[in-house]
């Protein structure tokens, strides 16, 4: 068979093979914790789940138009202009089955060979798999320790070219919990005022999950960008709807007619009932969302003193999402072996910093999306490990 040589090029991500073999290994009777996959640990709440089910009852079970129901790209246009104090057009709105297919067609749209796409390094895997797919080139942006895991406007801007297409930039941030400054942010939007062809995406599926009293700082607050900005969100992380594969995405008016035919071509239209339940969680109350990111505070605070207190390891404090980066090369261990050996040895799932990227070696990423009594146990079998362990 004659397969497309993009297939060659395309990646995946690896926290989903850790999860798979994780639950190998418990179902062979291991204990094992699972702090490497990125979803919440929380049920979706009950409203949420009503307005699903009164859907299904109610005969909402067709086809919906392909870029969503009227009544939630609505929602998620007033929600959009509310917060950020500017004015969203609903037309402009698709929902999309999860906030992977944004990027998904995002780099569609504007990848190919010959040209450069921009991604944070370490960073979501998926940004670098689907540029090599397009077969355009991927220029990474170093989102470095000593900066706080927040990008550098100024190295980004140096790192465009004349054949930059696209930057992807993500705050805040999986894999490194990294929260951009409004400062650098502000910054980058200025110098890109030199660059007019080079269209944006900017990943917020994090946007609530701030800590220590961080604003969120959405690209959509700067006009001067918003004809080539391309938003990606959705309701995955923020009500923990991970398995219901909702997102939502803001397009400019040159990119929208396009991304809807891709919609019909490949999805027709996000399965309905979770569409009524996407309208439910941005129409309903949101103390679950405050009360989910109370409950993930109190773990993030917890896994990064105890990670300090491992021996060899440092952990700056994420200010975002829910991952701890930490610091791994005084252990002596390179990232991937420690996380391969912390999984079958030691019965802890995490995933090493180099499925983020080159610049992830030297550090492993820890879920917190797990229970304080799961995450101390956790804890207590990688420090008897790096105890009596030599690295591999
Ligand atoms: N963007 C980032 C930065 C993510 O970490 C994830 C999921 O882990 C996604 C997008 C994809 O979200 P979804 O599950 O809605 O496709």
Redesign the pocket.
Known sequence: MDIVEGFSRIGEENAFAVLARAQQLQAAGKDVINLGI??PDFKTPEHIVDAAVAALRNGEHGYTAATGIPALRDAVANELSTRYNTSVDADLVTIMP????T?FATILLFGKPGVEIMYPDPG?PIYRSMIEFTGATPIPIPIREENGFAFSADETLALITAKTRLMII?SP??PCGGVTPKSEITKLVNGLGQHPNVAIMS?E??DRLLFDGEEHVSLLSYPSIRNRLVL?N?W??TYAM?GW???YSLWPEACFEAVRKLAVNAWSCVNTPSQHAALAALTGPQDSVATMVETFDERRKFVVAALNDLPGVRCITPKGAFYAFPNIVDTGWKAKPLANALLEEAGVAIIGGPDFGTLGEGYIRISYANSLPNIERAIDKMAAFLKQQSPA
């Open positions: 990125g979803q999860g906030g992977k297919v990027m979501f993500n941030a999986n990943d599926i994090y990606l959705g995955s992380k991970t594969r909702l997102g």
